[in-house]
């Protein structure tokens, strides 16, 4: 098992903190799997654009966040991966909801990772779908990543 899947495993039981950006935004890792993990937010007025509505890169933030993580889940002791492509598509606006970014590993190859992400609200509407292009790091490149 890698370094990385063991922190996430602790973040998730509460042995360790999360990340000091899921903190900041108020996101939390709620289910992680093998090539899968579920994030929460509680988006309200302190996440608005300037229009009011739910700001868009925090809906990005909260679904990268889920897809390194389901790739991560990937990941050889050796390995590490870093993102060439995100790609995000709104489909409605949000002021106030539970939301919930449902990511997994759509194609895993020895170099390249396709991952993609649901987020939906508490009724289950998509709110948005995110995907992402990761590349997979080794040796030398993966070092202190």
């Not at 890698?2 to 990340?19: A, C, D, I, V, W």
């Not at 390249?112 to 030398?140: F, H, K, N, P, Q």
């Amino acid at each position: 098992m890698n370094r990385l899947r063991t922190l996430l495993q602790q973040m998730l039981s509460g042995e360790k903190p999360p990340p000091p950006s899921a903190s900041l935004i108020g996101f939390r890792l709620k289910e992680l799997g093998e090539g899968s993990a579920v994030f929460e937010i509680d988006a309200d007025e302190r996440h608005a654009n300037p229009m009011g509505t739910l700001h868009g890169g925090i809906v990005v933030t909260v679904g990268d966040s889920a897809m390194g993580t389901a790739m991560a889940t990937t990941l050889g002791a050796d390995e590490s991966y870093t993102t060439l492509e995100l790609k995000s598509n709104f489909l409605k606006p949000i002021w106030k909801a539970r939301l919930k970014a449902s990511a997994k590993v759509v194609k895993r190859t020895r170099s390249i990772g396709l991952v993609e992400c649901d987020v939906v609200d508490e009724g289950g509407s998509l709110v948005a779908r995110l995907s992402s292009t990761c590349m997979v790091l080794r040796g030398d490149a993966a070092q202190g990543r």
